[in-house]
Nanobody
């Protein structure tokens, strides 16, 4: 089992920045691909970004956040980050951290085995 706890959400004006953190406990963090998803009210959960396990040399982003968001990981701290810049009102959602113990890095939510409880991000116009 892996436990994931997100933090760093909040209220920010459009154009501002936030950094989300997700700290894992329970098993060897570096063995997991890590990802961020988000869910806005009335919408399905959608992929945001993912980072390869171990060295984190491979990342993928949703087109809607490419160039604005950056995912990174610090295996020594068992933490994955999501740096969000140039935030827009349409980025408003609950952001979830997820971990995948499979071998292939993917972007579908169904691939991910463990989920955090989410952190709210609200971007005002």
């Amino acid at each position: 089992q892996v436990q994931l706890v997100e933090s760093g959400g909040g209220l920010v004006q459009a154009g501002g920045s936030l950094r989300l953190s997700c700290t894992a406990s329970g098993r060897t963090f570096s063995n997991y691909h890590m990802a961020w998803f988000r869910q806005a009210p009335g919408k399905e959960r959608e992929f945001v970004a993912t980072i390869r396990r171990s060295d984190g040399t491979t990342t993928y982003y949703a087109d809607s956040v490419k160039g604005r968001f950056t995912i990174s990981r610090d295996n020594a701290k068992n933490t994955v980050y999501l740096q969000m810049n140039s935030l827009k009102p349409e980025d408003t959602a609950v952001y979830f951290c997820a971990a995948d113990e499979g071998s292939v890095l993917g972007i579908r939510a169904s691939r991910y085995d463990y989920w955090g409880q989410g952190t709210q991000v609200t971007v005002s116009s």
